[in-house]
């Protein structure tokens, strides 16, 4: 089936730490997202690629880096500078050939501190 | 993007058709409207989008008001696997460069 693959489902980072997400479509999707959900909260984006070799930062980009060296991955690195972590790491994804395209989802990562 | 605006909550018999509601009175002419559920620890699921024209897919209905200033969402035959917040979102589209930006949502609790 066509998706978006998260994984893993659940991490656990220790202080001082960088850990990486990954995120895999198949779908074809020239754009990729990444957005953090907090208990009780909407979605803030983090970092968006439209294409290969090309991202932006987004709305809380601090702490975080990606990479975008395939069309299917769009790995996702928390680094030690990002002092609260602890959330739930969406992965979404989307055509860009027509404009009312809706992103799809992965089923998220949620991350916890040890 | 325009603000919408949902009732926190809303039961439904299962079996029975669901609406839910959107005000969205900003909508400017060039914004879709897009609907999704969240199910509990999971990722955000699309539902159905439209510009102004009533859309009907495999999953629900979307009826956009003449004026589009409101929306109705609405699930066949609930069954309990449709209990989950729902979140209308109003926006206008870009070419893989848009934020979704979801706001409280609905609550949907399907009664047995």
């Known amino acids: 089936d066509g998706g978006i693959t998260q994984s893993p489902k659940y991490l656990f980072r220790k202080e001082g730490q960088n850990v990486t997400l990954s995120c895999e479509q198949n779908?074809?999707?020239?754009?990729m997202y990444w957005y953090r959900q907090d208990p009780g909260q909407g979605l803030r984006l983090i970092y968006y690629?439209?294409?290969?070799?090309?991202?932006q930062k987004g709305d809380i980009a601090e702490g975080y880096s990606v990479s975008r060296e395939k069309k299917e991955s769009f790995p996702l690195t928390v680094t030690s500078a990002q002092k609260n972590p602890t959330a739930f790491y969406l992965c979404?994804?989307?055509?860009?050939?027509?404009?009312?395209?809706?992103?799809?989802f992965g089923d998220g990562t949620r991350l916890s501190i040890l | 993007d325009a603000k919408t605006t949902q009732p926190p909550s809303m039961d439904c018999a299962e079996g029975r058709a669901a609406n839910l509601p959107c005000n969205h009175s900003?909508?400017?002419?060039?914004?879709?409207v897009y609907w999704y559920r969240q199910i509990h620890s999971q990722g955000p699921q699309y539902i159905i989008h439209?510009?102004?024209n009533n859309e009907t897919n495999e999953m629900a209905s979307l009826i956009i008001t003449e004026d589009r200033k409101s929306s109705t969402l609405i699930l066949p035959h609930a069954t309990l696997r449709d209990t989950a917040v729902y979140y209308c979102?109003?926006?206008?589209?870009?070419?893989?460069?848009?934020?979704?930006?979801f706001g409280t949502g609905t609550r949907l609790t399907i009664i047995p």
């Open positions: 439209g510009l102004k």
């Open positions: 979404a994804s989307s055509m860009t050939e027509y404009s009312n395209q809706p992103q799809h």
């Open positions: 690629s439209q294409i290969v070799n090309d991202f």
């Open positions: 779908l074809n999707h020239d754009a």
């Open positions: 900003t909508i400017s002419g060039n914004e879709y």
């Open positions: 979102i109003v926006r206008v589209s870009n070419f893989g460069n848009e934020k979704l930006t």
